[in-house]
């Protein structure tokens, strides 16, 4: 089953607002035993040193006063109303809404929305007031699009940003675009007008075009070619990708080579998807100009040179990408691996070094053990105090957050406005001020952002934190008896509902687990259970755990394909395997759904961190990830 587990949806009920409304400053309660944090264990080389205060900002924070919750509900209650208006042009409602509105997402959104109005009737004067008022942190990309318009920003890197995207982006920002299109990278701006008409984005490729100075439709000059090449590059044509491919081989000598490489490139990673990796490869192969390939197409062409083991060619796809995709710590990690396995081992040990440094993420991990490390859980910083937790406590941003956090019962839009008022509050903070923070909504079960607030530090770490393990009787107790790997299952918890109790996803996937309705009758009826348990935290956690234990065992006993059938599935893992044994990362990086593939890297990281807190033997990612049966 496909998850979109960030889509969670809560029933609003009257009493759990008018219960916070009358508590909205008492203490909350530190959570149960079960619920407290891991304390880290004792690991083996440690490369990881204890932050000292002298190379380091320690906690600071000024708390901002707080405000009357029952202004802050009323303000929530006017919000849908108030950017719906801005949305439609209304300059009165939104400015009204914010001469009342203290510092605040819900006022950032209206502003942001205003602006976007604003820019879209080229209001501009009112524009450049009301952009100076909003936090450089808060803008939004289509606002500061229309800010570089109006003269107020002047940032390279986000009209490079546009023009690299070869898909439909925002309104402002396809303004930018074709404003700056001419003096700008010109090849690049024709490599968009492919883009666009390779996703169906007509009317924009063509004014960009126009823009160029030469139409799509005007018969002669670069336009008229990139015309011809819609027969190949089109959604229609690319449902048919040989014939698509003849058609391509037939027109070569009306086109430039970019215009040919481009389509190569879409091609072959049309192919890639469909799981078609040597044909993809030969495709990617044609292209004499490889500087025309988009991210993605780059991405495929490592993919397919990965899952057909062509060592040297996912080295030569690498190298060739662009400066900004190299740096990324999958083609860090790859090309490491490209040159361990073509005797330039020398040459692969920065690499993993560099992938090292990116982060606790499944190639950085991965790059480490390359390197003969460890995972490593070691908190390198003292735990919060009580003083610095009761000055976080104080905040009326943080208030304001857990406020709407306790009213929001079962109602996911409170609940989605709980999240947005945290990260508002939280912004600013450096490392050990947010880890103070991260303890804050952990103490107040504000599970979701706990993780997000933690997750954000790079050099004060709290494991405990980032990794927490709240239900820990429970999780332990099923998981044992469904025979599957606690840290496995806290791994999964964690991607799947970031242990939000009533999570439920846009499909219907409920609670912890993100278990379907119709899967938890069939799995009811083989355990004894009745189906409602679905909807307790005990019934949820010993359906998940059950499934996932069923999934492995009719996934060959493998982990990596269970995680995979877990979230897309069990027929679709069964349907990536390939024609012979492969390597688990190299079965996790070729999964053509971009969501399952990130879920499997980042179920099995985190399952590593949590055996390393939990105790379990030292088992290393790359052990975890094994050996991907062959199909049969």
Not at 136 to 160: H, I, P, S, T, W
Not at 201 to 212: E, F, G, M, S
Not at 224 to 229: F, G, H, R, S, V
Not at 521 to 549: C, F, K
Request: one cysteine or more; glycine letters at 6%; a positive charge.
């Amino acid at each position: 089953m496909i998850h979109l587990p960030n889509k969670v949806s809560y029933p609003l009920t009257a009493a759990a607002l008018a219960f916070v409304a009358a508590c909205a400053s008492e203490h909350v309660p530190t959570p149960t035993k079960t619920e407290q944090p891991l304390k880290p264990a004792n690991q083996a080389n440690n490369n990881q040193k204890t932050i000292s205060n002298s190379t380091l900002d320690g906690f600071a924070w000024n708390p901002r006063p707080a405000e009357d919750f029952n202004k802050t509900m009323s303000d929530y209650a006017r919000l849908d109303s108030v950017l719906a208006a801005a949305r439609a042009g209304d300059d009165f409602i939104p400015s009204q809404f914010l001469a009342t509105q203290s510092n605040s997402a819900m006022g950032e959104s209206v502003r942001n929305e205003w602006l976007k109005s604003l820019g879209v009737r080229q209001q501009v004067d009112l524009f450049k007031q009301q952009y100076t008022m909003l936090p450089v942190g808060g803008r939004l990309k289509e606002v500061r699009c229309y800010a570089m318009l109006f003269g107020l920003e002047n940032d390279a890197a986000l009209l490079q940003e546009h023009l690299l995207e070869t898909g439909k982006v925002s309104a402002g920002c396809t303004r930018l675009v074709e404003s700056r299109a001419v003096g700008a990278d010109n090849q690049l701006a024709w490599r968009r007008v492919r883009g666009l008409i390779s996703n169906n984005q007509i009317t924009d490729a063509r004014n960009l075009a126009a823009v160029l100075g030469s139409p799509l439709d005007g018969g002669v000059g670069q336009g008229a070619q990139e015309n011809l090449l819609r027969d190949v590059i089109s959604p229609s044509a690319q449902k048919s990708p040989a014939l698509a491919a003849s058609r391509l081989q037939s027109i070569s000598g009306s086109l430039n080579d970019q215009q040919i490489s481009f389509a190569w490139g879409l091609l072959g990673m049309g192919q890639a998807r469909d799981g078609q990796f040597a044909v993809a490869l030969s495709y990617f192969k044609q292209a004499k100009d490889r500087s025309q390939f988009s991210k993605e197409q780059f991405e495929w062409f490592v993919r397919s040179a990965l899952r057909l083991q062509r060592w040297e060619d996912v080295a030569s796809a690498i190298e060739a990408m662009p400066a900004y995709l190299k740096a990324d710590s999958a083609w860090l990690y790859w090309l490491g691996r490209a040159y361990q396995m073509t005797g330039k081992a020398a040459q692969a040990q920065p690499l993993f070094q560099q992938a090292t440094q990116t982060g606790r993420n499944f190639y950085a991990l991965l790059a480490l053990e390359e390197l003969g490390q460890r995972v490593n859980t070691k908190n390198n910083v003292a735990d919060a105090t009580q003083n610095d937790i009761n000055v976080i406590q104080r905040d009326g941003a943080i208030q304001r957050a857990l406020n709407f956090y306790h009213a929001s019962a079962d109602n996911w839009s409170l609940r989605k406005q709980a999240q947005a008022e945290w990260r508002y509050a939280t912004r600013g903070m450096n490392e050990v001020t947010s880890l103070t923070a991260a303890q804050v909504a952990y103490n107040n079960q504000f599970y979701e952002m706990a993780i997000n607030t933690a997750d954000n530090t790079s050099q004060v770490l709290n494991y405990n934190l980032r990794y927490i393990s709240p239900f820990r009787d429970l999780v332990t107790q099923y998981s044992g008896q469904a025979g599957v790997d606690t840290a496995w299952v806290y791994g999964l918890i964690r991607q799947e509902s970031r242990f939000m109790m009533g999570a439920k996803s846009s499909v219907g996937a409920h609670g912890l687990m993100q278990v379907m309705p119709a899967t938890a009758q069939g799995i009811a009826r083989q355990i004894g259970m009745s189906p409602s348990e679905l909807y307790t935290m005990e019934g949820n956690i010993r359906m998940g755990t059950w499934y996932m234990g069923d999934t492995k065992r009719n996934l060959q006993n493998n982990e990596v394909m269970a995680t995979a059938g877990y979230n897309a599935g069990p027929s679709r893992a069964r349907k990536w395997q390939a024609d012979t044994e492969l390597e688990g990362a190299i079965y996790a990086e070729t999964i053509p759904f971009t969501e399952t593939r990130d879920y499997v890297k980042k179920v099995m990281t985190n399952a590593t961190y949590y055996a390393s807190l939990l105790n379990e033997p030292y088992t290393s990612l790359k052990q975890r990830m094994g050996t991907v049966p062959a199909r049969y």
